[in-house]
């Protein structure tokens, strides 16, 4: 096998255009078109360090035929029908990539997912923007999908140690996905795209042999001897498998309570919370970009930022979190009485705003652990949420102000326009938050605009609250089997469980179990 590895730093105009792109690299190379059999895209990553943005490229141009898994790979699945089954609760990526990996491994995944199908969810996500109706089982937060669906798509993650990467993003373009995800160093989707992708995953899972059920929210488990033998939904119905995989997500509250009063171990863990801010999209790429204008061929810029605050001397990070350039402020909630706010971006990230979490790192010692146990996290979540929606009215609409008012302590007399549709209410956001909260967040943003000259001004707002970064419970498992600690047969997944941070790193963490579990049913057999 012959290939020239070529690594170039090039213009945005010629990085982005696919017919540009191949004309420079082979002009590099020497090399005509009928010279290559494969021109394989490794990475594309943007270095706006200088006075000019530049985009590095890797690539490989084969001169023989490549390996079948750089040119189309294709994962298959077997029918599975009369396999023996594995209980998944919840249509995440952990729970989807679980029941896929399921499918390989020659196991029948029963998915459970509370929510409805994602083209039926939507229906709820319009009633919570414009009627201010939460279903506590069909939101942002839950359905197909997950969280994920309806948000940026972001597919990278720090995570690569606990999984194949690139087979995840494989899987995703196998189902619809655009092949850039392969080669972008920062991939995306978008919320647009990935409905489709899926509704094409549920169906693979489906046509396999697997199930895949809506409005199947757990109630309770099926515990015997130490050993999980399956679930009970809400109208009473039971699945029992050779496991149960728990991928429920970082907002399944009542998950987590029904554990922990039926003894299963939980724990609590440390989380985040804070804020969204929001500028225009023309002013990141302003300063991210150092140009008036990011041109044609340039995406929307994003940012990432962190500063260190001392407050009672107790050191907390403040930093960015789920950046989403050319995006949208949606409401999160998923109980009546609370507001909770998220982001999300479209494939070509063309809104005029951007926005990102800015939140505070909540440590065990900050949270009433004597009082609440391993639910104390939650509990603080809860009490932020409903005085959150308290101080705005009651309804979705979200509290408010001006960030450089913020900082100041001045209420703002009026708002900026805003992608936030349920609409927003002027408040002093430092009366929201506890006042170690409210400083720590007031000292980061002071830094924050020292670092992006521009970032703190009257420009920009603050909307209230950016409470579900994490899961603030682990449900602790054993590093090597996975498996509860206590519980046989029972396996924690994904970010309800506390073991992962995104979509990417859910997916492999789904992958992970579903192996674990196969492996356990081999050795018995």
Do not use: W
Not at 66 to 75: F, G, K, L, Q
Not at 117 to 140: F, G, Q, W
Not at 300 to 314: D, E, F, I, P
Not at 466 to 492: A, G, Q
């Amino acid at each position: 096998m012959r290939k020239k590895e070529l690594e170039l730093v090039l213009a945005p105009e010629v990085a982005f255009d696919a017919a540009q792109l191949e004309h420079e690299l082979l002009k590099t190379a020497r090399l005509r078109p009928e010279d290559i059999k494969y021109l394989h895209r490794i990475k594309r990553s943007i270095d706006a360090r200088g006075r000019q943005v530049l985009v590095r490229v890797k690539a490989d141009l084969y001169l023989d035929t490549p390996p079948t898994e750089i040119i189309s790979p294709v994962y298959s699945y077997k029918d599975v029908s009369k396999e023996k089954p594995v209980i998944i609760v919840g249509a995440g990526p952990a729970g989807l990539f679980a029941a896929l990996r399921c499918i390989e491994l020659g196991l029948k995944p029963i998915v459970l997912e509370r929510g409805k199908d994602v083209r039926s969810r939507r229906r709820d996500l319009a009633a919570i923007n414009k009627e201010h109706i939460v279903n506590p089982d069909s939101n942002y937060c839950f359905g197909e999908g997950g969280a994920g669906t309806y948000s940026d798509g972001k597919l990278y993650t720090r995570s690569k140690k606990r999984g194949d990467l690139l087979r995840i993003l494989q899987i995703f373009v196998q189902h619809g996905a655009t092949p850039d995800i392969l080669f972008d160093a920062h991939p995306h989707i978008g919320t647009n795209k990935l409905p489709k992708i899926i509704e094409a995953i549920r169906e693979t899972v489906r046509e396999a042999g697997g199930e895949v059920l809506f409005d199947k929210r757990v109630t309770s488990f099926i515990v015997e001897r130490g050993e999980m033998k399956g679930v009970v939904t809400q109208d009473g119905q039971e699945y029992t498998g050779e496991s149960v995989i728990l991928a429920t997500g970082h907002s399944a509250r009542d998950i987590f309570e029904t554990l922990h009063t039926s003894g299963v171990t939980i724990e609590a863990k440390p989380f985040a919370m804070g804020v969204r801010v929001e500028h225009q999209q023309s002013l990141i790429d302003s300063i991210q970009y150092k140009c008036e204008d990011r041109g044609p061929y340039l995406p929307a810029s994003s940012y990432a930022l962190v500063q260190q605050t001392v407050y009672n001397n107790k050191q907390r990070g403040i930093f960015s979190f789920c950046m989403c350039p050319g995006g949208f402020i949606v409401p999160s909630a998923t109980a009546p009485g609370e507001v909770v706010v998220n982001g999300m971006s479209p494939s070509r990230r063309d809104s005029k705003f951007a926005n990102s979490g800015i939140v505070v790192a909540i440590e065990l010692e900050d949270m009433e652990l004597e009082k609440y146990g391993p639910l104390a996290g939650l509990r603080m979540q809860q009490a932020l949420e409903q005085k959150a929606c308290q101080m705005a009215g009651g309804t979705q609409v979200a509290p408010a102000q001006l960030l450089q008012d913020f900082t100041q302590g001045k209420v703002s007399k009026s708002l900026l326009e805003t992608s936030y549709q349920p609409g927003l209410a002027s408040v002093d956001m430092n009366e929201l938050f506890s006042d170690d909260m409210a400083y720590r967040l007031r000292e980061g943003f002071k830094g924050f605009g020292n670092k992006m000259r521009g970032y703190l001004s009257n420009n920009a707002q603050i909307v209230g609250v950016e409470s579900r970064t994490s899961s603030p419970v682990r449900v602790p498992r054993d590093r090597e089997t996975l498996e509860h600690v206590t519980i046989k047969n029972l396996y924690p997944c994904g970010e309800g469980a506390g073991y992962a941070g995104g979509i990417v790193s859910a997916a492999m963490d789904g992958e992970r179990c579903a192996e674990m579990i196969a492996a356990k049913v081999r050795r018995v057999l």
